[in-house]
């Protein structure tokens, strides 16, 4: 089994706006009036099907799961969020702690919401501290009452509010994922221990000293399991396992596809052994041989389960996964979010998980990416869209996925530096890193492309608009194997100089096929990451930012001459190259925000973000 991560997306993408009609009982946004820590009015809205929760620990991921785990006909936030004498819930009179909703009631036609509370109840004849329900619409959180026409049923409406959405929830919390053996080995109580035996005393082979000597104990019994092949072996008078079945082909091929192994079979086992309340165990068989959970890594009993279970979920399940990345390496974490993908669409699966992986979100939306940020008074509020790399730059953690924008000259740095700063986001403008290169646009084309082209990472040439020679790069594609002769001249026409490539017999002549090979790259490379600045040069954009541009100016040297007057007026004859420069960046940052040229050449920058 194959499963393209960008093309799981892209056919995700297809049915945008379109959701919350097609996805069962589809969850359209949670806002939070009243909730733990966060801001009071923070709203997230799930415009995708697979929404990823960023932000540091602490800062209400975990806190968005549990409200969402609550939200359903049936559930209840209690569940994960309760009050004790250690860490109360504390409320003010008249504003319990609560949340709202919404999803598309098909009676109505229209998304409505729902608002569930936390409130004082009693229950069997004591008090329940930690029960919500359903309330009534309140003007004061927002709500609106619904104009209902009279006489007419709506299914799903109480006198006075909307009711829970009816849909399954499954909640898989990865970090206690624990198999039967890591729970009860690393977690469990020790046997009580015995007095050390008499001498001449033979030692009973059940004596049970250790946590070694109870799994010695048990697998004897996990063994009989799996011989038996189903959940029939009964020892003292009970059944020893509920679930025992070999998984099947398609949850097989899944498991070998997110890690990446070639499994032959694998027996999934819900049982009471080890000294355990029920656990999971998974008997892998490969080429190479067969073993327990005992002694797999974490992440395959991980992924294991979630396959599993996700694979059996109903449709119209909302999904929910706390840390899914746990145990995993960036591949495996990669291909688990094209399996969750392909569920999502083929089983209308509405998926949430938290994370602090980039490898879980590179591939999302911005707007599937929900960043939690941090205000002064210690709440968090959650960012509406985020891109991928500046979400976890918000994190702190930094290197990886940069954007390297090259440029001609040092006021073109500053230029691109002040575009920059006008990001409303600047986790997002701290993903570029720009650079100027002696020689100019004739440098960068003629030796650093070539270069560039064939190396990893992200790069953006930003050259003056002096010199775009074409409305829009030939696109190689186009161009049939009988036109390999013309690339050169096509390469000429583009940028006016002739590149620099490495192939075998010289840079002159050469190998003829390579030499096709290396323009052809080099058109493609153009046609991707080369850009221009919108005006003939910085010079230029400068002056018109400040309202000082010559009328009569026709080419760049105009627009650099005038600059160069500007800088003599304020400093003298004798200014430098450098002394225009820097009067050229202060005169733009004190129009910076009002310059559209500017505005212009940050959207072009954006839309080069990985």
């Known amino acids: 089994m194959m499963l393209k991560l960008s093309d799981e997306i892209s056919n995700l993408e297809q049915n945008r706006g379109k959701y919350d009609r097609i996805f069962p009982g589809y969850i359209t946004h949670i806002r939070f009036p009243r909730f733990k820590n966060i801001a009071d009015g923070t709203r997230i809205d799930f415009s995708f099907p697979i929404t990823a929760l960023v932000g540091s620990n602490g800062s209400g991921k975990t806190s968005v799961l549990n409200a969402l785990y609550g939200?359903?006909?049936?559930?209840?936030?209690?569940?994960?969020?309760?009050?004790?004498?250690?860490?109360?819930?504390?409320?003010?009179?008249?504003?319990?702690?609560?949340?709202?909703?919404?999803?598309?009631?098909?009676?109505?036609?229209?998304?409505?919401?729902?608002?569930?509370?936390?409130?004082?109840?009693?229950?069997?004849?004591?008090?329940?501290?930690?029960?919500?329900?359903?309330?009534?619409?309140?003007?004061?959180?927002?709500?609106?009452?619904?104009?209902?026409?009279?006489?007419?049923?709506?299914?799903?409406?109480?006198?006075?509010?909307?009711?829970?959405?009816?849909?399954?929830?499954?909640?898989?919390?990865?970090?206690?994922?624990?198999?039967?053996?890591?729970?009860?080995?690393?977690?469990?109580?020790d046997p009580v221990p015995h007095?050390?035996?008499?001498?001449?005393?033979?030692?009973?082979?059940?004596?049970?000293?250790?946590?070694?000597?109870?799994?010695?104990?048990?697998?004897?019994?996990?063994?009989?399991?799996?011989?038996?092949?189903?959940?029939?072996?009964?020892?003292?008078?009970?059944?020893?396992?509920?679930?025992?079945?070999?998984?099947?082909?398609?949850?097989?091929?899944?498991?070998?596809?997110?890690?990446?192994?070639?499994y032959e079979e694998a027996r999934w086992i819900r049982h009471r052994l080890f000294k355990g309340d029920g656990g999971l165990s998974v008997v892998f068989k490969t080429k190479h041989g067969r073993y327990s959970e005992a002694f797999a890594g974490s992440g395959e009993v991980a992924v294991t389960s979630c396959v599993v279970q996700v694979s059996a979920a109903k449709p119209g399940t909302l999904v929910l996964l706390d840390e899914p990345e746990v145990s995993l390496h960036p591949g495996a974490q990669e291909r688990l979010l094209a399996f969750l993908s392909k569920m999502a669409r083929t089983r209308q699966l509405q998926v949430v998980f938290s994370t602090h992986s980039p490898h879980l979100v590179n591939a999302l939306p911005g707007d599937a990416i929900k960043t939690f940020h941090q205000l002064d008074d210690g709440r968090f509020v959650?960012?509406?869209?985020?891109?991928?790399?500046?979400?976890?730059?918000?994190?702190?953690?930094?290197?990886?996925?940069?954007?390297?924008?090259?440029?001609?000259?040092?006021?073109?740095?500053?230029?691109?530096?002040?575009?920059?700063?006008?990001?409303?986001?600047?986790?997002?403008?701290?993903?570029?890193?720009?650079?100027?290169?002696?020689?100019?646009?004739?440098?960068?084309?003629?030796?650093?492309?070539?270069v560039l082209m064939t190396a990893p990472g992200h790069t953006l040439v930003l050259l003056d608009g002096d010199k775009k020679r074409l409305d829009e790069f030939v696109n190689p594609d186009t161009i049939p194997v009988t036109g390999d002769g013309t690339l050169g001249a096509k390469i000429l026409e583009a940028v006016g100089v002739e590149p620099v490539f490495t192939v075998d017999g010289g840079a002159g002549g050469g190998d003829v096929a390579q030499r096709v090979v290396a323009q052809r790259k080099y058109l493609s490379w153009l046609r991707k990451n080369v850009r221009f600045i919108p005006t003939k040069c910085p010079e230029e954009l400068v002056l018109i930012a400040a309202g000082k541009l010559d009328p009569t100016a026709t080419t760049a040297q105009h627009h650099k001459d005038r600059l160069r007057e500007l800088t003599v007026e304020l400093y003298g004859p004798d200014v430098s190259s450098e002394r225009t420069d820097a009067h050229g960046e202060t005169l733009l940052a004190q129009h910076r925000v009002a310059s559209a040229e500017l505005a212009l050449l940050a959207k072009e920058i954006e839309r080069h973000l990985p």
């Open 382 to 450: 959650v960012l509406a869209s985020t891109h991928p790399y500046a979400a976890f730059r918000r994190l702190g953690a930094v290197g990886g996925g940069e954007v390297r924008i090259l440029v001609e000259d040092k006021l073109a740095r500053s230029v691109v530096q002040q575009a920059l700063l006008t990001f409303a986001d600047q986790a997002k403008a701290s993903v570029f890193k720009v650079e100027y290169l002696s020689g100019g646009a004739e440098a960068i084309l003629k030796y650093q492309v070539p």
């Open 71 to 189: 939200a359903p006909a049936g559930q209840s936030t209690g569940q994960y969020w309760f009050s004790t004498k250690v860490d109360p819930i504390e409320e003010g009179d008249g504003s319990p702690s609560r949340f709202i909703y919404g999803h598309r009631n098909v009676k109505f036609n229209d998304v409505v919401e729902t608002r569930k509370a936390r409130v004082r109840k009693t229950r069997n004849g004591l008090p329940d501290p930690n029960y919500w329900e359903p309330t009534k619409e309140s003007t004061g959180d927002g709500m609106v009452e619904p104009d209902l026409k009279e006489n007419k049923i709506y299914t799903g409406r109480s006198k006075d509010r909307w009711n829970p959405v009816s849909r399954k929830v499954l909640y898989i919390n990865f970090r206690k994922e624990l198999s039967a053996f890591d729970k009860y080995f690393y977690f469990g109580k």
């Open 195 to 262: 007095a050390p035996p008499k001498k001449g005393v033979r030692v009973s082979p059940l004596r049970i000293s250790s946590k070694m000597d109870q799994v010695r104990h048990d697998a004897e019994l996990l063994a009989r399991v799996i011989d038996a092949g189903d959940s029939s072996y009964v020892h003292r008078g009970h059944k020893v396992a509920t679930e025992n079945r070999l998984l099947d082909n398609a949850e097989l091929a899944m498991v070998s596809f997110v890690l990446g192994k070639e």
